[in-house]
């Protein structure tokens, strides 16, 4: 089994930054893909980045040039830095990790609990 543990958000006003983490523990052999992903109140679940095992990144055009996402493959651990933050920016984010287990052919796609990003304008 597999857990992420999200830790990072919190209440800023519009134009400061925030930095996301998120740890994976447990049976995990390589983790491949890690992401993170946002909810608005009444809205669907977008995503907002994503980085492969070799440091290929992907964001949502609307954080491009302000949010950075990285990882470190030793501490399996993702982050996200979201600079310059506008009011809709205000989400739950959510961490997303996939790879395969430490048991032989085995493999999993998890999701973090949740932490709440909230930007004031």
């Known amino acids: 089994q597999v857990q992420l543990m999200e830790s990072g958000g919190g209440l800023v006003q519009a134009g400061q930054s925030l930095r996301l983490s998120c740890a994976a523990s447990g049976n995990i052999f390589r983790i491949n893909n890690m992401a993170w992903y946002r909810q608005a109140p009444g809205k669907q679940r977008d995503m907002v980045a994503t980085?492969?095992?070799?440091?290929?990144?992907n964001y949502a055009d609307s954080v491009k040039g302000r949010f950075t996402i990285s990882r470190d493959n030793v501490m399996n651990t993702v982050y996200l830095q979201m600079d310059s933050l506008k009011p809709e920016d205000t989400a739950v984010y959510y961490c997303n990790a996939a790879g395969l287990g430490s048991s032989i052919g085995s493999t999993f796609e998890v999701w973090g609990q949740g932490t709440q990003v909230t930007v004031s304008s």
């Open positions: 980085i492969t095992r070799g440091g290929s990144t």
